[in-house]
């Protein structure tokens, strides 16, 4: 009965480390989320910047080489949602393989048992 025992928590504790990464990936996106958020509104402002009632173009500030276009800001903003969209898929393969090779011990496991 004490393998028993051990095998049940080893498995709780395999599941409390699991949700501790869950929740630190949760934390993660979360913080991802609110710097997207935050670009769209900087490139919202930009939009606002520049056209006005009946899509009249006014320019204010000055027109450095150093500032952004339009289209290179949404450039930038859409490359770099994209890029964190695929880590984020790639982070969460690499959690469903990992769960995958362990349940595939577990079941070897057992069966030996």
């Known amino acids: 009965m004490a393998s028993g025992e051990d095998a049940l928590r080893g498995e709780i504790s395999e599941l409390k480390e699991k949700i501790a990464n869950i929740k ?18 900087l490139l919202e402002n930009h ?3 520049y056209y006005v009632n009946d899509g009249i173009k006014i320019e204010h500030g000055d027109s450095s080489d150093e500032s952004f276009t339009t289209s290179e800001l949404l450039e930038l903003s859409f490359s770099s949602i994209s890029s964190s969209i695929l880590g984020s898929i790639a982070s969460f393969d690499d959690y469903s393989n990992e769960d995958e090779s362990k349940s595939d011990a ?4 057992h069966a030996v048992i």
């Open 106 to 109: 577990q079941r070897d496991r």
């Open 47 to 49: 939009l606002n910047a």
């Open 24 to 41: 630190e990936e949760v934390i993660h996106l979360r913080k991802r989320r609110n710097a997207y958020i935050a670009k769209l509104k």
